[in-house]
T-cell receptor, first 114, second 111 residues
Framework: DAGVIQSPRHEVTEMGQEVTLRCKPI?????LFWYRQTMMRGLELLIY????????DSGMPEDRFSAKMPNASFSTLKIQPSEPRDSAVYFC????????????FGQGTRLTVV | GQQVMQIPQYQHVQEGEDFTTYCNSS?????IQWYKQRPGGHPVFLIQ?????EVKKQKRLTFQFGEAKKNSSLHITATQTTDVGTYFC???????????FGTGTRLKVLA
């Protein structure tokens, strides 16, 4: 397997624009996680899915953020409208289970909102 | 909510020196995981500890889980430049089981 695949790797957008980040988890993994990493707040869990169903979105910062997982091999994280404070590295990760299993992270998407 | 803190936040060592990072949880953990993130990279799983007082070794890395299962440590013997990166611990939230990542320790090794 090629691992968790994220696209794009880098995204620069203007404030107010819609941004969509994409993730393809490892085949067979039932859990998918979206994380945000910043210097100030570290690595934060935004939302996670189990078998394509959102289980916990308590980490989603605002209504401007939304995530979907239409099927087992694809997930999106959308920010609309984007703001400069959304600038961060966004990681997608997947795992076989929720407990006692390692998470495999994608390469991340570095988002810059100007 | 559950908090996982790590100290130190940063550590610079000379190549060949030892390094230790400490992880402390506000709650008892059923297990703890350690990840390494190279500069510009993504977190990569290193190991998981489950038992109270457990000690595991990976070459020059020694991982320990505290007796009370609220703290853990990672010790690197004779650091090398390849050890550069940020080391994170992560523990599961007791209610939701989602892993809460620690604040991380950034290691820099000077050749």
């Amino acid at each position: 397997d090629a691992g968790v695949i994220q696209s794009p790797r880098h995204e620069v957008t203007e404030m107010g624009q819609e941004v969509t980040l994409r993730c393809k988890p490892i085949s067979g993994h039932d859990y998918l996680f979206w994380y945000r990493q910043t210097m100030m707040r570290g690595l934060e869990l935004l939302i996670y899915f189990n078998n394509n169903v959102p289980i916990d979105d308590s980490g989603m910062p605002e209504d401007r953020f939304s995530a979907k997982m239409p099927n087992a091999s694809f997930s999106t994280l959308k920010i609309q409208p984007s703001e400069p404070r959304d600038s961060a590295v966004y990681f997608c990760a997947s795992s076989e289970g929720i407990l006692n299993t390692e998470a495999f992270f994608g390469q991340g998407t570095r988002l810059t909102v100007v | 909510g559950q908090q996982v803190m790590q100290i130190p936040q940063y550590q610079h060592v000379q190549e060949g020196e030892d390094f230790t990072t400490y992880c402390n949880s506000s709650t008892t953990l059923s297990n703890i995981q350690w990840y390494k993130q190279r500069p510009g990279g993504h977190p990569v799983f290193l190991i998981q500890l489950v038992k109270s007082g457990e000690v595991k070794k990976q070459k020059r890395l020694t991982f320990q889980f505290g007796e009370a299962k609220k703290n853990s440590s990672l010790h690197i013997t004779a650091t090398q430049t390849t050890d550069v990166g940020t080391y994170f611990c992560a523990g599961p939230d007791s209610g939701t089981y989602k892993y809460i990542f620690g604040t991380g320790t950034r290691l820099k090794v000077l050749a």
